[in-house]
């Protein structure tokens, strides 16, 4: 009879322990799933077809194939934050091959992920790339509030950004026509904008 | 005989849960974004400094991780108390300068006892701006205690 309780208890012991266990697990692969199901969810990505091509800078750093080759793997990885990190280091000068580079953004700028393409489209930027500024105007016209933001963040001084900047002015959120006021502000301080 | 192999299973099993738990408990991360991109949002938290059985707390720790490369930069301010605020310090600011990084700011400490902390992350410009915040509670001996954190606001 005892024996048959402390069996029992023990199952009980053992059934509680393996399903927090599993509870703590099973969390995690519905966040894996989670993510990856917003990949096929995109309400309008204004990017699907572009296609970049970038060149070699004057002041190119030589490869390092170990930062590459971990560039390359957060890239693809499955957890948005990951591919956004190595987006944002791609933000700045890094040590690859160009080529990798524009696969690495190309792939991004497809993302079904928002906060991937508009970190792609920064990083593109900054990069020496053909028909930036086309890119830049698709960008603003994707549906995702944050992708607006860092196509804008992206504008320079030169004509067309000037025109699409004041074109920003008349978007229907606030923060775009905010942060489109503030780069004609600092460009033009004397300028009246819009707010 | 039998009963030592069921205790050592027992005891493996409630230890590996045990073990798990613990480690997320130490691990306080708070990760947020600005839903709203303005210049002027502010996301709002409170932070809990309880005596969770490792000791009174003595003060709270804080620093922030700019997810985003942009020209916007993101920065925390955490603040308690109002009284002798010259003695002890009751509000610290923390700003991530570069973005483009796995680093997080400069660590910046509240010495205000147990009780709420109120944490405010903003960022520097309007933009897409997301962040992680480190948080933990300590005793005067720099035990990590009881850190409970509460969102208020999002913007």
Same mark, same amino acid.
């Given at each position: /009879?005892? /024996?048959?309780?402390?069996?029992?208890?023990?199952?009980?012991?053992?059934?509680?322990?393996?399903?927090?266990?599993?509870?703590? +697990?099973?969390?995690?692969?519905? $966040?894996?799933?989670?993510?990856?199901?917003?990949?096929? #969810?995109? $309400?309008?990505?204004?990017? @699907?077809?572009?296609?970049?091509?970038?060149?070699?800078?004057?002041?190119?750093?030589?490869?390092?194939?170990?930062?590459?080759?971990?560039?390359?793997?957060?890239?693809?990885?499955?957890?948005?934050?990951?591919?956004?990190?190595?987006?944002?280091?791609?933000?700045?000068?890094?040590? /690859?091959?160009?080529?990798?580079? %524009?696969?690495?953004?190309?792939? @991004? &700028? %497809?993302?079904?992920?928002?906060?991937?393409?508009?970190? @792609?489209?920064? $990083?593109?930027?900054?990069? #020496?790339?053909?028909?930036?500024?086309?890119?830049?105007?698709?960008?603003?016209?994707?549906?995702?509030?944050?992708?607006?933001?860092?196509?804008?963040?992206?504008? /320079?001084?030169?004509?067309?950004?000037?025109?699409? &900047?004041? #074109?920003?002015?008349?978007?229907?959120?606030?923060?775009?026509?905010?942060?489109?006021?503030?780069?004609?502000?600092?460009?033009?301080?004397?300028?009246?904008?819009?707010? | 005989?039998?009963?030592?192999?069921?205790?050592?299973?027992?005891?493996?099993?409630?230890? +590996?849960?045990?073990?798990?738990?613990?480690?997320?408990?130490?691990?306080?991360?708070?990760?947020?974004?600005?839903?709203?991109?303005?210049?002027?949002?502010?996301?709002?938290?409170?932070?809990?400094?309880?005596?969770?059985?490792?000791? @009174?707390?003595?003060?709270?720790?804080? %620093?922030?991780?700019?997810?985003?490369?942009?020209?916007?930069?993101? #920065?925390?301010?955490?603040?308690?108390?109002?009284?002798?605020?010259?003695?002890?310090?009751?509000?610290?600011?923390?700003?991530?300068?570069?973005?483009?990084?796995?680093?997080?700011?400069?660590?910046?400490?509240?010495?205000?006892?147990?009780?709420?902390?109120?944490?405010?992350?903003?960022?520097?410009?309007?933009?897409?701006?997301?962040?992680?915040?480190?948080?933990?509670?300590?005793?005067?001996?720099?035990?990590?205690?009881?850190?409970?954190?509460? +969102?208020?606001?999002? %913007?």
């Amino acid at each position: /009879m005892m /024996m048959k309780l402390q069996r029992k208890h023990l199952h009980l012991s053992l059934f509680v322990a393996l399903s927090l266990n599993i509870l703590g +697990s099973t969390q995690f692969v519905y $966040a894996e799933n989670n993510d990856t199901s917003t990949r096929s #969810n995109v $309400a309008f990505d204004s990017l @699907a077809s572009v296609q970049v091509q970038c060149f070699s800078g004057e002041n190119e750093l030589s490869v390092d194939q170990v930062i590459t080759d971990e560039l390359m793997q957060q890239a693809a990885s499955r957890v948005a934050e990951e591919r956004v990190a190595a987006l944002s280091r791609l933000a700045t000068a890094v040590p /690859m091959d160009v080529v990798v580079r %524009q696969k690495i953004i190309q792939t @991004a &700028l %497809q993302d079904a992920d928002p906060r991937v393409r508009g970190q @792609a489209v920064y $990083a593109l930027v900054q990069q #020496n790339c053909a028909d930036s500024m086309l890119l830049l105007e698709q960008a603003l016209d994707d549906s995702e509030l944050s992708v607006r933001l860092m196509a804008l963040d992206g504008l /320079m001084g030169d004509d067309r950004s000037v025109a699409l &900047l004041k #074109n920003a002015l008349k978007d229907d959120e606030q923060a775009v026509r905010e942060l489109a006021a503030v780069k004609l502000d600092s460009l033009f301080p004397t300028a009246e904008t819009v707010k | 005989m039998k009963f030592t192999s069921v205790k050592t299973v027992i005891s493996l099993v409630a230890g +590996s849960v045990i073990l798990t738990h613990s480690v997320f408990a130490l691990a306080h991360n708070q990760a947020g974004s600005f839903t709203t991109g303005l210049a002027a949002a502010v996301d709002f938290y409170t932070v809990s400094c309880t005596n969770d059985g490792n000791g @009174a707390p003595s003060y709270l720790e804080a %620093q922030v991780k700019d997810m985003t490369a942009n020209s916007s930069k993101v #920065n925390i301010t955490i603040q308690k108390g109002t009284t002798n605020c010259n003695t002890n310090a009751c509000a610290r600011f923390s700003l991530d300068s570069a973005d483009n990084d796995a680093g997080y700011s400069p660590l910046i400490k509240l010495t205000q006892g147990a009780g709420t902390y109120n944490l405010y992350v903003a960022h520097t410009a309007a933009g897409a701006d997301s962040y992680d915040v480190l948080l933990h509670c300590k005793t005067a001996t720099n035990v990590h205690t009881g850190t409970g954190v509460t +969102s208020r606001q999002q %913007q």
